[in-house]
């Protein structure tokens, strides 16, 4: 089994042969999470951009630049106008062939994918195993900053794209139609962390388990195969002609189950992006503890 859209992916050898074309970005986009205390505490990754990366490669700060501050949960994506700016400043527009890649499984380049996508720039592509796999292979390293001279950047919203609580309670209360996947770890999911993180142990209702560190293999960071993918969400429930919500903890693994669902060919993937960020504050709001 083939992938219906292998071309949301890019490999090592294909960026080392395109990197230095005049329409290609690339860009890191880590993130690191840190979890202690009954809190996750969100980290830049460009302190590690600055001692390696691949050169050429910029670096794109979600948390700064590429979301909504104004909002009470973190990593909310921002007004069109918003994000068309900083895309802009960053020297992307909505014509480049926009290389991401992080260095923990790929979420964070997913996230950033799926962002573009949804704004109108069909030629943004995740890197397959990401720096694991550049830096794996021997490939160069670079110290030295990467910029690309600015650009316009015109957004065309695709607001289907993005789910918010007024579809998950319908989603609840209908019992069918659609299918939410929870992209949480198993025991996020069924409630054996004691809901750390998110103040409230359990997943929501009806919801089904795909975890985003099941997508790739860990040792070389690529995606597992096409037909090993599209097992894990069939078993889950997914289904091409229904849509999919997939959720998490703030909308970023929950990226990555959508990225690949977008690969596996499903035409109806949102993304709900407050998750359980927003979920859990209500506590009138049910959860299922397995």
Same mark, same amino acid.
């Given at each position: 089994?083939?992938?219906?859209?292998?071309?949301?992916?890019?490999?090592?050898?294909?960026?080392?042969?395109?990197?230095?074309?005049?329409?290609?970005?690339?860009?890191?986009?880590?993130?690191?999470?840190?979890?202690?205390?009954?809190?996750?505490?969100?980290?830049?990754?460009?302190?590690?951009?600055?001692t390696g990366h691949i050169?050429?490669?910029?670096?794109?700060?979600?948390?700064a630049d590429f979301s909504?501050?104004?909002?009470?949960?973190?990593?909310?994506?921002?007004?069109?106008?918003?994000?068309?700016? !900083?895309? /802009? +400043?960053?020297?992307? $527009?909505?014509?480049?062939?926009?290389?991401? *890649?992080? #260095?923990? %499984?790929?979420?964070?380049?997913?996230?950033?994918?799926?962002?573009?996508?949804?704004?109108?720039?069909?030629?943004?592509?995740?890197?397959?195993?990401?720096?694991?796999?550049?830096?794996?292979?021997?490939?160069?390293?670079?110290?030295?900053?990467?910029?690309?001279?600015?650009?316009?950047?015109?957004?065309?919203?695709?607001?289907?794209?993005?789910?918010?609580?007024?579809?998950?309670?319908?989603?609840?209360?209908?019992?069918?139609?659609?299918?939410?996947?929870? !992209?949480? /770890? +198993?025991?996020?999911? $069924?409630?054996?962390?004691?809901?750390?993180? *998110?103040? #409230?142990? %359990?997943?929501?209702?009806?919801?089904?388990?795909?975890?985003?560190?099941?997508?790739?293999?860990?040792?070389?960071?690529?995606?597992?195969?096409?037909?090993?993918?599209?097992?894990?969400?069939?078993?889950?429930?997914?289904?091409?002609?229904?849509?999919?919500?997939?959720?998490?903890?703030?909308?970023?693994?929950?990226?990555?189950?959508?990225?690949?669902?977008?690969?596996?060919?499903?035409?109806?993937?949102?993304?709900?992006?407050?998750?359980?960020?927003?979920?859990?504050?209500?506590?009138?709001?049910?959860?299922?503890?397995?």
């Open positions: 089994m083939a992938f219906a859209h292998p071309e949301f992916l890019v490999s090592t050898d294909w960026l080392a042969e395109h990197q230095a074309n005049d329409d290609v970005r690339v860009f890191e986009t880590t993130v690191f999470l840190h979890r202690g205390g009954g809190t996750v505490r969100a980290e830049s990754g460009r302190v590690q951009y600055e050169p050429g490669a910029g670096f794109l700060d979600l948390q909504d501050n104004d909002q009470p949960y973190r990593f909310m994506m921002p007004s069109p106008e918003a994000f068309a700016e !900083a895309a /802009g +400043r960053h020297g992307i $527009s909505e014509s480049s062939k926009l290389v991401l *890649y992080d #260095r923990l %499984g790929s979420q964070w380049a997913a996230r950033f994918w799926w962002m573009f996508r949804s704004m109108g720039c069909t030629g943004a592509v995740v890197l397959d195993g990401g720096w694991t796999r550049w830096s794996g292979e021997g490939r160069a390293v670079s110290t030295e900053p990467a910029t690309y001279p600015p650009a316009t950047f015109s957004p065309t919203p695709d607001p289907a794209r993005f789910a918010d609580l007024t579809e998950v309670k319908a989603f609840m209360e209908s019992g069918g139609g659609s299918c939410l996947i929870n !992209a949480l /770890g +198993r025991d996020q999911h $069924s409630g054996a962390d004691g809901g750390q993180g *998110y103040g #409230r142990a %359990g997943h929501i209702p009806g919801a089904t388990n795909v975890p985003s560190g099941e997508l790739t293999d860990p040792d070389t960071g690529l995606f597992r195969p096409a037909e090993e993918l599209a097992a894990l969400f069939a078993d889950a429930g997914a289904n091409p002609s229904q849509r999919v919500v997939t959720y998490c903890g703030g909308g970023i693994a929950a990226s990555n189950d959508a990225f690949i669902l977008a690969m596996l060919g499903y035409q109806n993937v949102a993304v709900y992006d407050a998750s359980m960020s927003e979920y859990t504050a209500d506590p009138s709001l049910p959860l299922v503890a397995d």
